[in-house]
Nanobody
């Protein structure tokens, strides 16, 4: 069993900041890529940022210079520091992890339950 639990969402004014956290727990052997996605109402779920175990990072263009992704490999935790937030950043933010589990072959993708981020103008 695996759980990804996000926290840190909320309501903030434009220009403000939030920090999201996501902890992966369960029968985990190893975690490869961890990342954040977001889904606005009526929209598809889109990539925000990803980070590998070795620290290679990718950002979608719309958040470059404003968001910072990081991870703690010992704690199986990924963070997303969001600064200079804009109303268009409003969405449900989902954590994603590609990982290997005890007793299961290969790598599998898991999602958190999502955390709401609302940015008011």
């Amino acid at each position: 069993q695996v759980q990804l639990v996000e926290s840190g969402g909320g309501l903030v004014q434009a220009g403000g900041s939030l920090r999201l956290s996501c902890v992966a727990s369960g029968t985990i052997i190893d975690i490869n890529v961890m990342g954040w996605y977001r889904q606005a109402p009526g929209q598809q779920r889109d990539l925000v940022a990803t980070i590998t175990t070795g620290g290679w990072i990718h950002y979608v263009d719309s958040v470059k210079g404003r968001f910072t992704i990081s991870r703690d490999n010992v704690k199986n935790t990924v963070y997303l520091q969001m600064n200079s937030l804009k109303p268009e950043d409003t969405a449900v933010y989902y954590c994603n992890a590609n990982l290997r589990l005890i007793g299961r072959p290969g790598w599998s993708n898991y999602w958190g339950q999502g955390t709401q981020v609302t940015v008011s103008s």
